[in-house]
């Protein structure tokens, strides 16, 4: 007869194995993850292969920082009236059409580099068309996984909706530094348009979903203001936007930026740069897989502690100057960053919103992507006054203030155990 540690153990693994499977037989769910896996190496990719096309038109890690930021001002601008439609619209058309936008921008980039006709202000004016164009997809995506599977799986599907994304910026990262190293930048722009074109083949696959539309007699505004009062009014969806909003702004803003940091600091190319979002892609991944064994009632307190974590392992990764050192602690980076706090902020949305909010919800939450966007040209200004290493440490120091005050110190901050069971 099994020790009861050992029977405990089979039942974990069965119930996991269940779960999973739960999720895993919705044809629908199915499509959607092979769309969110090549989407997910494409958007992974786009900025290593941007950022390296700006530094060698400009030479300048202001002018990637400014590149960044122009892509980050109409993303955040326009993600409000994005939930809208997320809520309004259905979220495999805004996909479909956002994802065939991007695509073509990209291809258009890759012609212009190719030719050998690119200038700084076409990079700039593909920056902002992408930045707003991506902006009104995020919701969709994100809402569309409650249309997909039953409440008790948002937090596994969540999970395996990020190990998607996660595998993609895995492969994707070394794979476009070789390409570069060996055919150029235009190359690796060409295979980043063509993954989105598969993506958006990807998304058609996905049937009718499950959802009720709002009244169309309902206005814009009024669907704008609602979210904002529901938000107003619900202490810990306010408290896991504020706080992951000041994670995306400060912690994350040096995730675009990398190309010249590494460049800087580290001396390598490239294919070393890939190298480095190779190790943040596989954090990100194992971080995923570490989902599933938290518990639903837990994942508020797993948030929290995941933020500060973060902020040792980022501090540290930006006083490394050896290559390997630097790509291990990337790597927890990526593992408690991307792939811990953001879909824990993402699962505590899905499980304390209403259904009939939930993308202008969602909506705010993307504001977390947006914001490091916008705070990567600061960033990399302050580097170049003080350094790569103080500007990253006094980054990760100020998301980690504004989490500690808002989710633990203020008056009305929410407690632990208000977390919904889901």
């Known amino acids: 007869m099994p020790a009861p540690e050992t029977a405990k153990a089979t039942s974990g693994q069965s119930g996991y194995r269940r779960r999973i499977s739960a999720v895993w037989s919705e044809d629908a769910f199915r499509w959607y993850w092979l769309s969110s896996s090549i989407q997910g190496l494409a958007q992974g990719t786009q900025f290593l292969v941007i950022g390296w096309l700006v530094l060698e038109v400009t030479e300048s890690s202001a002018q990637l920082g400014l590149v960044i930021f122009l892509y980050g001002a109409p993303n955040v601008s326009l993600l409000l009236v994005a939930g809208v439609i997320a809520d309004r619209f259905d979220r495999r058309y805004i996909l479909v059409f956002t994802q065939a936008i991007v695509g073509g921008l990209i291809a258009a980039l890759a012609f212009l580099t190719v030719a050998d006709l690119v200038s700084v202000w076409h990079i700039y004016t593909a920056a902002v068309l992408m930045g707003a164009v991506q902006s009104i997809s995020m919701p969709a995506r994100m809402t569309m996984i409650g249309d997909l599977v039953e409440q008790q799986s948002i937090l596994d599907a969540v999970a395996m909706q990020s190990m998607a994304v996660h595998a993609g910026r895995i492969v994707g990262p070394p794979v476009a530094g070789f390409i570069i190293e060996v055919w150029g930048v235009g190359a690796s722009l060409f295979v980043i348009a063509g993954c989105y074109i598969v993506s958006v083949a990807f998304v058609g696959k996905i049937g009718r979903i499950?959802?009720?539309?709002?009244?169309?007699?309902?206005?814009?505004?009024?669907?704008?203001?609602?979210?904002?009062?529901?938000?107003?009014?619900?202490?810990?969806?306010?408290?896991?936007?504020?706080?992951?909003?000041?994670?995306?702004?400060?912690?994350?803003?040096?995730?675009?930026?990398?190309?010249?940091?590494?460049?800087?600091?580290?001396?390598?190319?490239?294919?070393?740069?890939?190298?480095?979002?190779?190790?943040?892609?596989?954090?990100?991944?194992?971080?995923?897989?570490?989902?599933?064994?938290?518990?639903?009632?837990?994942?508020?307190?797993?948030?929290?502690?995941?933020?500060?974590?973060?902020?040792?392992?980022?501090?540290?990764?930006?006083?490394?100057?050896?290559?390997?050192?630097?790509?291990?602690?990337?790597?927890?980076?990526?593992?408690?960053?991307?792939?811990?706090?953001?879909?824990?902020?993402?699962?505590?949305?899905?499980?304390?919103?209403?259904?009939?909010?939930?993308?202008?919800?969602?909506?705010?939450?993307?504001?977390?992507?947006?914001?490091?966007?916008?705070?990567?040209?600061?960033?990399?200004?302050?580097?170049?006054?003080?350094?790569?290493?103080?500007?990253?440490?006094?980054?990760?120091?100020?998301?980690?203030?504004?989490?500690?005050?808002?989710?633990?110190?203020?008056?009305?901050?929410?407690?632990?155990?208000?977390?919904?069971?889901?």
């Not at 902020?311 to 991307?338: D, E, I, K, N, Q």
Request: net charge positive.
């Open 210 to 422: 499950r959802r009720s539309l709002p009244a169309a007699t309902q206005s814009v505004f009024r669907n704008f203001s609602d979210g904002l009062v529901y938000i107003k009014n619900n202490p810990m969806v306010l408290t896991v936007i504020v706080i992951t909003c000041a994670f995306g702004g400060f912690g994350m803003s040096h995730m675009q930026v990398v190309p010249a940091m590494a460049k800087d600091v580290l001396g390598t190319g490239a294919a070393g740069v890939g190298l480095l979002f190779l190790g943040s892609g596989i954090g990100s991944l194992i971080g995923s897989l570490l989902l599933p064994a938290i518990g639903t009632a837990h994942v508020y307190r797993a948030l929290l502690v995941s933020l500060l974590v973060f902020t040792v392992v980022l501090s540290l990764f930006a006083w490394s100057s050896w290559f390997w050192v630097s790509w291990a602690l990337f790597l927890l980076v990526g593992m408690v960053g991307v792939g811990m706090v953001w879909p824990l902020a993402t699962t505590m949305i899905q499980l304390e919103s209403s259904a009939e909010v939930r993308g202008r919800v969602m909506g705010i939450l993307q504001f977390t992507p947006g914001f490091h966007f916008l705070g990567a040209f600061p960033l990399a200004l302050a580097a170049g006054q003080l350094g790569w290493e103080v500007a990253i440490t006094g980054a990760a120091v100020i998301s980690l203030s504004v989490t500690a005050w808002f989710a633990l110190m203020r008056r009305g901050a929410p407690k632990m155990s208000q977390q919904a069971a889901g």
